[in-house]
């Protein structure tokens, strides 16, 4: 059989990951896309996530931010994880917005990568920045891929 492509391959580590990722599914976050080096992630604002300001907390932003930043750089089945992360916090989050947090690799040599994610609400405007440095585990991947079919 022939070997999975480098999509398939990013679609299997997707649905491997999420099958384990009980902070992403407490969330209701819906992985809409990942390719390698690429992940997009939506999370709908519900009230439960709202801080005392009646606003999306930030911590809650910076986890899906986070989370599409996990999904894209695992996506080549090396398991990689954060070395560190920033996130400015640019507009709320308000109860009923649905965020889109897209994650785009930067830069990626050797054992490290640069992936920046853009969150927005459904009126595209922008909610966060953020920018993850990642740390690949050399030798080790995520998954054993399937073979693609044939």
Known sequence: MAEPSSQQLAEQVRDAMLADD???????????E??????????AVRQDMLNGHAICHGGLIATLADSAFAF?????NELTV?????IDLLA???????????CTELSKSGRTGV????VRNQRGERIAVFRGRSHTVRGKPVIQPLDAPG
Do not use: E, K
């Open 34 to 43: 990942v390719a390698p080096g690429r992940a997009v992630i939506t999370m």
């Open 115 to 118: 992936y920046d994610t853009d």
């Open 72 to 76: 894209a750089c695992n996506a080549y």
């Open 22 to 32: 009980h902070a992403t599914q407490m969330l209701g976050m819906q992985v809409t």
């Open 82 to 86: 954060a070395s560190g992360f920033a």
């Open 92 to 102: 709320p989050g308000r109860l009923g917005d649905v965020l889109t947090a897209t």
